[in-house]
């Protein structure tokens, strides 16, 4: 079996090279991030904090062509969150350590290179690398998403099990965010059994080159860089927090 599925990416991946100026499109995802919000020793909060939703539901949109890809946030106006669940979303962040967000990412498939532009408390960053490998390991399992056929592979991890959904039928290797690196578009992403990220609307159309610009705001570091300013900045708000409490302590 696993032969066969080798025969298959084989021939999928040869396919579309004599037509890389016909393939691309714009593909719009369904981002689901689950909430949690831990016992505080509050009765009031902890009732309260079981009236929130348990998790937001975010529109993302990938352009892409055999050539570059741009994932990000839609420019389209989209429904605003209720108050709820604006509510949810700030208070799930409350008390933890902060942490960069992707605002967006640029890959260049012919450079073999990639742009992340980090937004980390309040300051933008842009993360300049080469796209690394993934050890995606195929599986028989297929299934439908969006009346195209994808096949399963798995990421395995110390801490999470990945399942992406791919379909050779749009043979680029693309996906959201850093899911891709498989022959054809990701169009869903499972973690630890969860659906967090779902293709909702496919147009396979070259999207216009004003669609596929690089990021340049932001001050560029190396992944190295990146995670030093991570611990730095993590440490400075756990002392905060210590400090904060140690003074609390003081006046009760």
């Known amino acids: 079996m696993q032969a066969c599925l080798l025969a298959i990416v084989t021939i999928v991946i040869i396919?579309?090279?004599?037509?890389?100026?016909?393939?691309?499109?714009?593909i719009m995802y369904q981002q689901t991030t689950s909430y949690s919000f831990p016992p505080t020793g509050n009765p009031e909060w902890d009732e309260y904090a079981k009236t929130l939703p348990t998790e937001g539901q975010f529109d993302k949109v990938l352009y892409f062509t055999t050539d570059f890809s741009l994932y990000e946030e839609p420019t389209f106006e989209k429904e605003a969150m209720s108050e709820m669940?604006?509510?949810?979303?700030?208070?799930?962040?409350?008390?933890k350590a902060p942490r960069p967000e992707l605002k967006r990412m640029y890959c260049d498939f012919n450079k073999n290179s990639r742009t992340e532009q980090l937004d980390f408390m309040t300051r933008e960053f842009l993360l300049e690398e080469e796209i690394p490998a993934m050890n995606w390991r195929l599986s028989p399992s297929r299934k439908k998403v969006l009346d195209y056929t994808c096949m399963e592979a798995v990421l395995l991890?110390?801490?999470?099990t990945i399942k992406a959904w791919f379909t050779p039928e749009i043979p680029v290797s693309t996906g959201?965010?850093?899911y891709f690196g498989l022959p054809g578009v990701v169009l869903a992403v499972e973690k630890n059994n969860e659906t967090i990220y779902l293709a909702t609307l496919i147009e396979l159309a070259v999207p216009g080159e004003e669609l596929l610009v690089e990021p340049e705001d932001g001050k560029k570091v190396t992944r190295d860089e990146?995670?030093?300013?991570?611990?730095?900045k993590t440490e400075e708000y756990h002392k905060t927090v210590a400090s904060k409490g140690a003074r609390s302590n003081i006046h009760k």
Do not use: F, L, W
């Open 15 to 26: 396919i579309p090279v004599n037509a890389q100026d016909q393939v691309g499109g714009t």
């Open 176 to 178: 959201p965010a850093e």
């Open 85 to 95: 669940e604006m509510k949810a979303y700030y208070m799930a962040r409350h008390g």
């Open 226 to 232: 990146m995670d030093q300013i991570i611990r730095e």
């Open 157 to 160: 991890s110390d801490e999470d």
